[in-house]
């Protein structure tokens, strides 16, 4: 069976799409989750938590678009 199915690529490639998607999840979710958070912080006069609310998304916001530029130069140069 391994002659005709390499099961060492396909399950890397399971690996490394499970581990991916559940990476770009978490970073969505945590991008959201700050953005909102800061938010309601604002409205509540309180800047500090705000602010490290802020700091939080946006720091999300970069590793989903760090995320999707490696799977876009991954997907591109095999």
Same mark, same amino acid.
């Given at each position: 069976?391994?002659?005709? =199915?390499?099961?060492?690529?396909?399950?890397?490639?399971?690996?490394?799409?499970?581990?991916?998607?559940?990476?770009?999840? =978490?970073?969505?979710?945590?991008?959201?989750?700050?953005?909102? !958070?800061?938010?309601?912080? !604002?409205?509540?006069?309180?800047?500090?938590?705000?602010? #490290?609310?802020? #700091?939080?998304?946006?720091? #999300?916001?970069?590793?989903?678009? +760090?995320?999707?530029?490696? +799977?876009?130069?991954?997907?591109?140069?095999?």
């Amino acid at each position: 069976m391994s002659a005709i =199915v390499d099961v060492d690529t396909l399950l890397e490639l399971v690996y490394s799409g499970l581990a991916a998607g559940l990476g770009l999840t =978490v970073a969505f979710a945590l991008l959201i989750y700050g953005l909102t !958070r800061s938010g309601d912080m !604002r409205r509540a006069d309180r800047t500090i938590a705000a602010g #490290a609310y802020a #700091a939080i998304g946006v720091l #999300a916001l970069l590793a989903c678009l +760090g995320l999707v530029v490696v +799977g876009l130069v991954v997907m591109t140069s095999k």
